[in-house]
Nanobody, 114 residues
Framework: QVQLLESGGGSVQAGGSLRLSCAAS????????MGWYRQAPGKQRELVAE???????NYADSVKGRFTISRDNDKNTVYLQMNSLEPADTAVYYC??????WGWGQGTQVTVSS
């Protein structure tokens, strides 16, 4: 069973930056498409960004040009660099593979104040 541990969240003002990290257990990490997802209060979880096993990224329109996803397969870790943060980015952020998902981690809270 793969375990996911997200970290790096916090509280920032609009325009600020945060870098999230997600460490995954297991030896097969490198073959999976990995994604960052977020869930705001009262809303469904949504995909923010994903990255292929070879490092090709895709982004939701709402974060294009502001967020950058990357991965280090040797460290079983995926990152999300978030710049120019907006209050609408406030959510709990999770990482996971593409479907079928592994069990979800506890996530990391990101709060952006105006």
């Amino acid at each position: 069973q793969v375990q996911l541990l997200e970290s790096g969240g916090g509280s920032v003002q609009a325009g600020g930056s945060l870098r999230l990290s997600c460490a995954a257990s297991g030896s097969m990490f490198r073959i999976y498409v990995m994604g960052w997802y977020r869930q705001a209060p009262g809303k469904q979880r949504e995909l923010v960004a994903e990255i292929s096993s070879g490092g090709s990224p895709n982004y939701a329109d709402s974060v294009k040009g502001r967020f950058t996803i990357s991965r280090d397969n040797d460290k079983n870790t995926v990152y999300l660099q978030m710049n120019s943060l907006e209050p609408a980015d406030t959510a709990v952020y999770y990482c996971n593979r593409n479907q079928p998902y592994w069990g979800w981690g506890q996530g990391t809270q990101v709060t952006v104040s105006s």
